[in-house]
């Protein structure tokens, strides 16, 4: 049974609004349109931008200044209606669809997003299945049941004697009562059942208190209080839902020193972002987020002004994490604990010691993995070493303005780690210099940018005091290293008589199409099409390689499946997917069928659709800044010399694109 036949099984049958009738030579054709078809059909992106940004009419499309950044002096903000899509040509450098603006600009993910857009189209939205809706009607009794526990830990805290300990601790971290009130923190008594008694006098069903974390089952079955005796603070989502708790001991002797709340059908601490829900705002307008560790730090820094800082609650960053800040901003810095960052955490390449909050084992982030991210996301991760044995809210309350340059002087993650190593090694030895080389050169090759690449190595070799030259060497050497192909056997479904493949449509949404398809069908495509493309001095693949904002969210989410291990990652894929997005997903999967598994031909085949599809992105921005140059105001020579180094740039790049797709189309 074809992967098609299967969605066309699940899905629920399009409601008669989501039809469109089409006549050709007195044949009637009825074709199903989707709800999100039909909702860009009903909505003028450049009406819907309209509302929060200033356009004028520049020939076939409209430009004014990016909401995203600040920008007063020249307009590279622009609107194409034929394709209805936008591009930020400036600081921002992101585009899209109206779903993408809106998801931009709200800081919501697409199911918002088309929520929203939906109510502006008039356009109704199927209703849910009933398993959704059990699902539905069991998360508003969750989190009902986890506000009143919120109500009931921040009486405890204000009201009773045993919280009186509790309330003075807080205060004696700076913490004011207004913060406290605004965050909801409470106490939970020192007691086996006082919540559990709290719950049954109002007749709650027990098995509802087991689910959402706020009891625990001990030895025969019996129920208990999963807090006790610690400070409560409530973790919610980025829309500000109640999701958990988080606990931190006052009881020096107790263990552990954090407990969060268990996985639950709410909370998924790789999924969460301690503070986001009142952090979105000032993420956005600082255009940077900065991680701290603890819950403490991020209420106290919230409290002298600093709002853009969340905490990852303890545990190493997450993909799922990091494609949640992307909504707001691309500019992230990890605000580390000095001693974490020691000898022992730079020599595994900023796999940076952090204690896990649940457990007594600890958790790393690593270097590589970081690296990959920055590169995936196009995003910009720094580091800020804070000063030997203080944190984050200690350094806040001690000098604000401290706090202000240790996040403004945050190094690249591989300036961090090159520098942390260099400072404890003597670099006039040789074997300490080549033992520094063997950690960082690694970490630079993993740097996507080559200009980058490039200044990093010249930074290594001022630093060890060596030639570049001999740095290059070795950074070709461990590349080759890297390429090296696994010894695998591979088996092919076709034979030389195989038929040829399909031939790429040409517009620019059948070939977003055919790579979305290519990628749910054989998604290990995805690394060698990444590493192809670096080969050529080329990006990877990213969602920015994509118009419409339901090609950007398949992408991320077959992204995602790659990095988990539990499902088949097209079951994966289709497992988080809402009903509209499986439309879209059945569609493309449709096209995509009867393709022969030849490895290489298929290969060949997606690099090729990528490259088609990045030459045409880039002769449309080639286009725009020699429009651009022309209307730059005299008086503004600096937009001038920006617009004039991004064509270079693109020029480059395009060099690098016709070559490469001229060597594949020779294949």
Sequence with gaps: ?????????????????????????????????????????????????????????????????????????????????????????????????????????????????????????????????????????????????????????????????????????????????????????????????????????????????????????????????????????????????????????????????????????????????????????????????????????????????????????????????????????????????????????????????????????????????????????????????????????????KDPQQWQQLIATAQPIVVHVMETLAAQRDVNDPKQKSEIASHVLPLIREVSNPLERDTYLQRLARLLRVDERSLMSSLAATRKVAQQPKKKKETTASSPTAPAMPLLAQSLLSLEQHILGLLLRFPDLLYRLDRALQEEGLERLSPNDFSSAEHQTLLRLLQESLEQDLLEPLQYVLQHLSLPLLEIADTILEKTEGLQSNPQRLLDDLLRAVLQRRQRNLNQQIDYLRFALQETPQNDPSASQSYQQKMLLLAQTRFKLDKALKKVTSH
């Excluded at 998360?139 to 204000?158: G, I, K, S, W």
């Excluded at 800082?309 to 604990?337: H, I, N, W, Y």
Aim: charged share 25%.
């Design 1 to 397: 049974m074809s992967v098609s036949i299967i969605l066309q099984a699940i899905l629920v049958k399009s409601c008669e609004g989501n039809m469109k009738r089409m006549c050709r030579e007195d044949e009637c054709i009825i074709q199903r349109m989707s709800v999100i078809d039909e909702i860009k059909a009903r909505l003028d992106i450049v009406d819907l931008i309209s509302e929060s940004v200033s356009l004028r009419r520049s020939g076939k499309n409209y430009i004014g200044f990016c909401p995203f950044h600040s920008n007063t002096r020249t307009p590279a903000f622009v609107v194409f209606p034929e394709s209805g899509t936008w591009r930020c040509f400036g600081q921002c450098n992101e585009g899209g669809d109206l779903f993408a603006f809106v998801m931009k600009k709200e800081g919501v993910d697409f199911s918002q997003a088309l929520q929203i857009l939906a109510q502006k189209a008039g356009v109704t939205l199927k209703p849910p299945t009933p398993q959704e809706a059990v699902e539905q009607e069991e998360h508003a009794r969750y989190r009902f049941l986890l506000e009143d526990a919120v109500t009931f830990y921040r009486h405890q805290l204000l009201n009773t004697e045993a919280g009186k300990q509790a309330l003075e601790y807080l205060r004696g971290r700076g913490l004011r009562d207004d913060t406290l009130e605004a965050f909801g923190i409470g106490y939970a008594p020192n007691r086996w059942d006082a919540l559990l008694q709290h719950f049954a006098a109002k007749g709650v069903e027990m098995q509802d208190l087991l689910q959402v974390g706020l009891l625990s089952e001990g030895q025969e079955g019996r129920l208990h209080d999963r807090f006790r005796h610690r400070i409560m603070i409530p973790i919610r989502d980025e829309r500000g839902g109640l999701a958990g708790f988080g606990a931190r001991i006052l009881d020096p002797n107790d263990v552990p020193k954090f407990l969060n709340s268990p996985q639950t059908p709410l909370f998924d601490k790789g999924r969460l972002l301690y503070g986001l829900d009142r952090a979105r705002r000032a993420i956005r307008e600082a255009d940077q987020v900065v991680l701290v560790e603890g819950y403490l730090d991020v209420i106290a820094l919230h409290q002298a002004g600093f709002c853009n800082v969340v905490s990852p609650m303890g545990t190493a960053l997450t993909e799922q994490q990091l494609f949640l800040l992307k909504r707001f901003t691309k500019r992230l810095v990890l605000a580390l604990d000095a001693d974490a960052a020691g000898e022992q955490a730079t020599l595994r390449g900023l796999e940076v010691a952090r204690q896990a909050m649940d457990h007594s084992q600890e958790l790393f982030f690593d270097s590589h993995g970081l690296l990959r991210f920055e590169a995936r996301l196009q995003a910009d991760i720094r580091v800020a070493t804070l000063p030997p044995g203080l944190d984050p809210d200690e350094v806040v309350q």
